[in-house]
Nanobody, 121 residues
């Protein structure tokens, strides 16, 4: 099966930067769209950004101009570069990917366990 593992979360000061990574592993034939979601304390999970297999991107208005998503298909990895961080960016960030498993004709969504980002002085 497939596992998605996020890394790079931690404590950062307002205005600072952080880079998240999400590596997919397992019996992977191909990966389609990959994205990042986040869930702040007491809030619903929201889409932050996604990137397609051909690197078409989308960003939520709240992070546009500050966050950048990218991917390395050879490494089955997606990244999230976060700049000019604000306290309201504090959340658990979850990686999501549409993966086609070896010997299967249809793909499905997989989720990471999340990594905590705390923006505070």
């Amino acid at each position: 099966q497939v596992q998605l593992v996020e890394s790079g979360g931690g404590l950062v000061q307002p205005g600072g930067s952080l880079r998240l990574s999400c590596a997919a592993s397992g019996s992977i034939d191909s990966i389609g769209v990959m994205g990042w979601y986040r869930q702040a304390p007491g809030k619903h999970r929201e889409l932050v950004t996604y990137i397609t297999s051909i690197s078409t991107t989308h960003y939520a208005d709240s992070v546009k101009g500050r966050f950048t998503i990218s991917r390395d298909n050879a490494k089955n990895t997606v990244y999230l570069q976060m700049n000019s961080l604000k306290p309201e960016d504090t959340a658990v960030y979850y990686c999501n990917a549409y993966v086609t498993v070896t010997s299967r004709i249809a793909g499905m969504d997989y989720w990471g366990k999340g990594t905590l980002v705390t923006v505070s002085s």
